[in-house]
């Protein structure tokens, strides 16, 4: 799998959007990113992926850049409950074949402030 | 999304027993998955583990240390056997879907005296 960098920490506003950024330099044409979170003492919850257009779902949004190279996971309108640690993960379509290739870096902790 | 149930969710145990979690999931999967995540770090594979068939340990991780049974395609048990206190983490359990995603459990959080 392609690596992932991450900035180990970020503040957003409560209300306001946040904006996680991942580069991804060497990902390959068939490789996917994902977005999961941890928040504090909990499994790690998936978020989103996409390939190569723009993705949206009831929880957050992804831009991927037109080289691929770098994406940026956005969450419209951050509330507290949104504080936790972001993991963007390069990986082909996770299946039962491909899971154990999957990496998770250090990840961004995202602090919703009041 | 898949339901993922963990027991014990936290256990404080003393060194050198061992300890077995066990892993449910609502429904029928070919490979399940265990995680191990110390304290302030991130998530690292231990194992796979298919139905039928002994599990795949990643390096670093041997059977003797974590042995698991994989009876059907619903449950597995994952043992952490004569603990220390470097095994105190947060173990979980995943599974994939067709639809290119990972489920985790809500973890089962251990510490070792």
């Known amino acids: 799998d392609a690596k992932t960098t991450q900035p180990p920490s970020m503040d957003c506003a409560e209300g306001r959007a946040a904006n996680l950024p991942c580069n991804h330099s060497?990902?390959?044409?068939?490789?996917?990113v994902y977005w999961y979170r941890q928040i504090h003492s909990q499994g790690p919850q998936y978020i989103i992926h996409?390939?190569?257009n723009n993705e949206t779902n009831e929880m957050a949004s992804l831009i991927i850049t037109e080289d691929r190279k770098s994406s940026t996971l956005i969450l419209p309108h951050a509330t507290l409950r949104d504080t936790a640690v972001y993991y963007c993960?390069?990986?082909?379509?996770?299946?039962?074949?491909?899971?154990?290739?999957?990496?998770f870096g250090s990840g961004t902790q995202l602090t919703v402030l009041p | 999304s898949a339901v993922i149930s963990q027991k014990p969710s936290r256990d404080i145990c003393q060194r050198g027993t061992s300890l077995t979690i066990q892993c449910q999931v609502d429904?029928?999967?070919?490979?399940m998955f265990w995680y191990r995540q110390q304290p302030g770090q991130s998530l690292t594979l231990i194992a796979t583990a298919n139905q039928g068939s002994e599990a795949t340990y990643e390096s670093g991780f041997v059977i003797d240390k974590f042995p698991i049974s994989r009876p059907n395609l619903t449950f597995s048990t994952l043992t952490v056997s004569n603990m220390s206190p470097e095994d105190s983490s947060i173990y979980l359990c995943?599974?994939?879907?067709?639809?290119?995603?990972?489920?985790f459990g809500e973890g089962s959080r251990l510490t070792v005296l």
């Open positions: 429904s029928q999967v070919t490979m």
């Open positions: 996409g390939l190569k």
């Open positions: 995943s599974v994939t879907r067709n639809t290119g995603e990972l489920f």
């Open positions: 993960i390069v990986s082909f379509l996770i299946s039962s074949g491909s899971a154990r290739q999957l990496t």
């Open positions: 060497t990902i390959s044409g068939n490789e996917y």
